[in-house]
């Protein structure tokens, strides 16, 4: 895979993974709006958790992590498994869409984390956005979590 096609890939990947959240995102809010019947559950925290994962894997792809886009991977992979338990098998297209997308973004984060002759590694982040980003997204949790 040629850097081009590389960067594109993880591009595609972290694009998918914020598109995810968003849409988890709009669930929560359409669901907390509803009102209150049977045959509309209520998301918990545990959505608005899911929400800061996916945001969270998807800024670390985009840094072009090889660990952030696997755990992107395993992260999909294990919420499918779950969902086809609790619903059965739905969305099979859109899942294999968005599996395809996290393990081309794997794939690209990997070649782009090869060497290259002569050649910067990735774009230019200051120090303080690995400190302050994810700490502020672990205070949100926290705090969304204690109530």
Same mark, same amino acid.
Request: proline share 5%; aromatic share 10%.
């Given at each position: /895979?040629?850097?081009? %096609?590389?960067?594109?890939? #993880?591009? *595609? !990947?972290? @694009?998918?993974?914020?598109?995810?959240?968003?849409?988890?995102?709009? /669930?929560?809010? #359409?669901?907390?709006?509803? +009102?209150?019947?049977? *045959?509309?559950?209520?998301? $918990?925290?545990?959505?608005?958790?899911?929400?800061? &994962?996916?945001?969270? &894997?998807?800024?670390?792809?985009?840094?072009?992590?090889?660990?952030?886009?696997?755990? /992107?991977?395993?992260?999909?992979?294990?919420? %499918?498994?779950?969902? #086809?338990?609790?619903? !059965? +098998?739905? $969305?099979?297209?859109? @899942?294999?869409?968005? $599996?395809?997308?996290?393990?081309?973004?794997?794939?690209?984060?990997?070649?782009?984390?090869? =060497?290259?002759?002569? %050649? @910067?590694? !990735? +774009?230019?982040? +200051?120090?303080?956005?690995?400190?302050?980003? =994810?700490?502020?997204?672990?205070?949100?949790?926290?705090?969304? &979590?204690?109530?």
């Amino acid at each position: /895979m040629d850097a081009y %096609k590389a960067e594109r890939a #993880v591009r *595609n !990947g972290a @694009a998918a993974g914020v598109f995810s959240a968003v849409v988890t995102l709009v /669930m929560i809010w #359409v669901r907390a709006s509803a +009102p209150q019947t049977r *045959n509309v559950p209520q998301l $918990g925290r545990a959505a608005l958790v899911d929400v800061v &994962l996916l945001l969270l &894997l998807s800024f670390g792809m985009r840094q072009r992590s090889i660990l952030a886009a696997a755990l /992107m991977l395993v992260y999909f992979g294990a919420s %499918k498994v779950l969902l #086809v338990q609790e619903i !059965g +098998p739905s $969305g099979v297209g859109s @899942a294999a869409l968005f $599996g395809y997308l996290y393990l081309r973004a794997l794939q690209g984060a990997a070649a782009l984390r090869q =060497p290259r002759s002569g %050649k @910067a590694s !990735g +774009p230019w982040v +200051p120090w303080w956005a690995y400190y302050t980003v =994810p700490s502020a997204l672990l205070l949100l949790v926290f705090t969304l &979590l204690q109530g």
